[in-house]
């Protein structure tokens, strides 16, 4: 892969790396340029990925002024607190360029997506293009819902992560007559619904306690829907369409239908009866007074709960889930001295040794902080140290091939102000990337 350019969107504060790739879908290759921003973290929002279909004989470097306005408008909104930047929400953008009649397209936010050729971490978020119609359609029954639909028109599962204009869109005029438009709905990020074997598993992530707690207050006891996400396991997706009576879901590769993930679950109280059954594209739970009670105590103040319908040989659980902290790209294994620490061929003491390591080490990991790869990686920094010379830095990757993710990394590291040396010094330096390969060793022994 080509090295990947950088384009300024708002001085000292945004900018966009753009990444050069193509998706093959059914049967055709589609060149694509991916966005990852920087810039969004630093005011405590997830950076966004978004790709996008090029025109047949664009390059990489021809940048849609509109991308640039949706970018740059969520910024300046994530500044004064307006962005919905969190999965299951929608954003609004014109389209249309300076010089054509304007529409409004939008975008939903998803869970971050691995992209075959593009080094970026499986981190933030990733923001889906829709037409207005699906847009509409996702904020009022789901992103859930519009996602399964994209992936049963494309034939694959988990849909197409990018924006190709001549998609059709998948809206229904008949959308209005779903089961949930008559009662309130909300959308819970980090929330899933998920079918297993007999069991619907609700896990809801706990920062949606105080959400759940204020809108329950406000709602009382009548039905409503939790909106929820895809689960990260799951292996197939529920889909419905208006007219549509059977149940249907569109399976991931290599599905066992283990784990069928639904767009909403619904809370009926007042029911004759506690009820499981399934619903659309989602599930309905149909609770007695009782019931209701106790479920209601358990959204409201995150602890976990479960119901078992006899009649309909189901069961629902409520559990609640904490984010793992992502790994981080590059992790440090050990620093291995080869030569020059000791007598008789002292090159430079331990002090001085580690004064230079930390910043180098500094470079490294801030190089690999933005990059993913679906492929592990060991890599190992050989850096020596001679006299009136400027260090020799190169790199070995294990098992290799050669990576776009090196790209830059030696001139980083060669930034990096090195020690005067008497004797030649010789170290190395390993590092687990994007998980590693192998287990620690004992060091090298020195000579």
Known sequence: MSASPTIELLPGALI?????????????????????????????????????????????EVVSLDTVRFVTGLFTRAQKGEAPLASSMTAVFPSGGLMEPAQLLGAAFVAPVPIADVPLPPTGLHALVMHPDELSLARAFGVQRVLARLARQARRAPPPFWWDPSRAPISDPSDDESALAPIARMAVSQGFATLRARTVDLCFAPR?????????????????????????????????????????????????????????????????????????????????????????????????????????????????????????????????????????????????????????????????????????????????????????????????????????????????SAPEVTAPVVLRIYYALWGGVTVDGPPPAER
């Open 208 to 416: 949606l306690v105080d959400v759940l707690a204020r809108a329950l207050d406000a709602h009382g006891d009548a039905p409503f829907a939790l909106l929820t996400d895809a689960a990260p396991d799951a292996d197939a997706l529920l889909v419905w369409t208006p007219g549509q009576s059977a149940v249907s879901a569109v399976p991931m590769p290599d599905s066992q239908g283990a784990a069928v993930s639904g767009n909403f679950v619904r809370f009926t109280p007042g029911a004759a009866r506690d009820r499981l059954e399934l619903l659309e594209d989602g599930f309905d739970l149909q609770l007695t007074d009782t019931s209701w009670t106790r479920w209601r105590e358990a959204l409201t103040t995150g602890t976990p709960c479960s119901l078992d319908t006899p009649p309909d040989a189901r069961t629902a659980t409520l559990r609640w889930h904490e984010d793992p902290p992502p790994p981080p790209a590059a992790r440090l294994q050990r620093i291995g001295v080869m030569r020059g620490l000791t007598p008789p061929k002292q090159g430079l003491d331990a002090p001085t040794l580690a004064a230079y390591t930390r910043p180098l080490r500094a470079a490294l990991e801030a190089h690999f902080a933005e990059t993913w790869s679906p492929s592990p990686q060991d890599l190992v920094v050989h850096v020596e140290l001679h006299a009136g010379r400027a260090p020799m830095i190169d790199f070995a990757l294990n098992p290799g091939p050669a990576h776009a993710a090196l790209n830059g990394l030696h001139r980083a590291l060669m930034a990096v």
């Open 16 to 60: 966009a790396r753009l990444f050069d790739h193509t998706v093959t879908h059914e049967g055709a290759s589609l060149r694509c340029t991916t966005w990852r921003t920087r810039g969004f973290a630093a005011i405590g929002h997830p950076e966004l990925t978004l790709t996008l279909v090029r025109e047949p004989g664009d390059g990489v």
